[in-house]
């Protein structure tokens, strides 16, 4: 069996979407994108896939080496994506061809279901307890949320109080044993998040997730000393050796890797490894489409500390397009009682409507994250 053609897709919401096929008629599909940099990772696939071609689609660890170790430059939210959404779709393809799905080859699984958790509140988080109810009343036990808008180094305590307001406010709608999980989205610097993890900690959050920016990792040393919350980061961090030091640090205590960002299916089953190794929880990062969701519960399945799965049916970016609307059998991702069933199906174990693809990919998307700035005018992070 050898690769015939790669051939990406733009669709909306702000994905990117690619199918890799074969002379022997078996396909695979990936979900490489960088959120806000989709044609900037199709044309890194496009690159990686001239040496793809005329290959046998079943040797994926060779392959994956060869496209991380060839290019003396390596690494990266681009490289690794596109790594990814390849290493996806050649993992779909040899499923398909064994007839077995993804986490069958990888060992079996370990568990029938896993939590999924439902995003509510956008970007600048409002009306966050009604949403949270809302969640709840699906049959979601555990929500996440942004904690704050923008903040400066040192910042005003009325944003403090207004951030504190509104996970009291969630705590208040939703009871005490709703999950809730507090993405400070890398937006607090070192200063203010030693403030907030204190106020929080009286609400019990799920995790608090990405205090400081992942570049500042050192840093969570000193937080976790000041508080009880489980400590949450990992996003946007692209490989086994990023997460090394985070491991060794003893001061995190859940890992966020993306299965559309950390080299696919192949890097993040080690990266979740080495996290079991350190007594580190799993919660994969995913606010992405349909093909990355079920990248992330074949190797769930196949990991004993994945404990919650983040997922995007209605989160606040998916207008127009969502989680479900690509596939041909949605049922496949009912979720109930809070939980997903492990896929399976062959490969990924769901099956891609390509005409829709198609037709949307007409449309595509030129999605970018907003340019947020405080009022001295100075970049603020988003």
Request: charged share 25%; net charge negative; glycine share 10%.
């Amino acid at each position: 069996m050898k690769i015939t053609k790669l051939e990406t897709f733009v669709v909306p919401p702000r994905w990117l979407f690619l199918k890799i096929e074969t002379d022997q008629g078996v396909f695979g599909w990936g979900e490489p994108v960088v959120e806000g940099r989709a044609a900037t990772v199709k044309t890194a696939v496009e690159e990686l896939g001239d040496y793809l071609l005329g290959k046998d689609p079943l040797l994926i660890e060779d392959h994956w080496q060869v496209m991380y170790r060839s290019g003396f430059y390596r690494g990266g939210p681009i490289l690794m994506s596109a790594i990814a959404g390849i290493d996806q779709a050649l993992w779909d393809i040899k499923g398909k061809y064994y007839n077995a799905s993804i986490a069958d080859l990888m060992g079996g699984a370990c568990r029938d279901k896993i939590k999924v958790y439902s995003w509510i509140g956008g970007d600048r988080p409002s009306e966050v307890g009604k949403s949270a109810k809302e969640a709840v009343d699906k049959g979601f036990t555990a929500i996440k949320m942004n904690g704050t808008e923008e903040l400066q180094y040192v910042d005003s305590y009325d944003k403090i109080d207004a951030a504190v307001e509104r996970i009291a406010a969630v705590r208040e709608a939703v009871g005490g044993n709703i999950g809730i999980g507090i993405d400070f989205h890398g937006r607090v610097h070192k200063p203010m998040a030693k403030v907030l993890v204190k106020e929080l900690e009286q609400y019990r959050p799920m995790f608090i997730e990405e205090p400081v920016l992942p570049e500042n990792n050192e840093i969570l040393r000193d937080i976790a000393g000041l508080t009880n919350i489980p400590i949450a980061t990992g996003e946007r961090m692209f490989s086994r050796w990023d997460f090394k030091d985070l491991f060794t640090g003893g001061h995190v205590d859940i890992i966020q890797p993306d299965l559309s960002h950390a080299g696919g299916i192949t890097e993040c089953k080690k990266i979740f490894s080495m996290a079991e190794a350190y007594d580190i929880a799993v919660a994969p990062h995913c606010p992405l489409g349909p093909i990355a969701l079920a990248s992330c519960l074949q190797v769930d399945a196949t990991s004993h500390n994945a404990f919650i799965q983040e997922q995007s049916l209605g989160i606040h970016y998916n207008h127009g397009n969502d989680l479900l609307d690509y596939l041909s059998d949605p049922s496949v991702l009912d979720y109930k009682d809070g939980y997903v069933a492990m896929l399976q199906g062959p490969g990924l174990g769901i099956t891609i409507n390509e005409e829709y693809v198609r037709e949307q990919a007409k449309i595509g998307h030129n999605w970018k994250n907003p340019v947020w700035r405080h009022k001295d005018n100075s970049v603020a992070e988003w």
